[in-house]
């Protein structure tokens, strides 16, 4: 053989084995761009985790300040409605005055 064909062989081995190594990368490029994601996924889902959380917290709490809310304008509202309340408003503030008995008319 000559030096030119001797060249020639070793060139297109070192082009097969540069082949080789290219499909030898591949899947480890696939394995650690697979790695990368499913670690990616793992944090963005610790976050949404730990973002819910404190949502849930702050609906707890909201329904806790509406509720004791709720409660004193339930006592407001029984209060205002109360007769001696109203009773009294009427005399001193409308000036009415209890009907006499013959001023009183009853129905069937």
């Not at 290219?22 to 394995?31: D, G, R, Y």
């Not at 609906?59 to 109360?82: F, M």
């Not at 007769?83 to 001193?92: C, D, F, P, V, Y």
């Amino acid at each position: 053989m000559t030096n030119n064909s001797r060249t020639l062989l070793k060139r297109q081995k070192i082009k097969r084995r540069k082949k080789k190594r290219q499909w030898n990368a591949l899947p480890l490029f696939i394995l650690i761009t697979l790695f990368i994601c499913s670690l990616i996924f793992f944090v963005w889902s610790r976050l949404q985790i730990t973002y819910l959380g404190y949502q849930i917290s702050q609906a707890n709490n909201e329904q806790e300040q509406l509720l004791n809310l709720n409660k004193k304008l339930k006592l407001e509202v029984a209060s205002l409605q109360s007769l001696s309340r109203i009773e009294n408003i009427a005399k001193n503030q409308l000036g009415l005055v209890n009907p006499k008995p013959h001023q009183m008319v009853f129905m069937k």
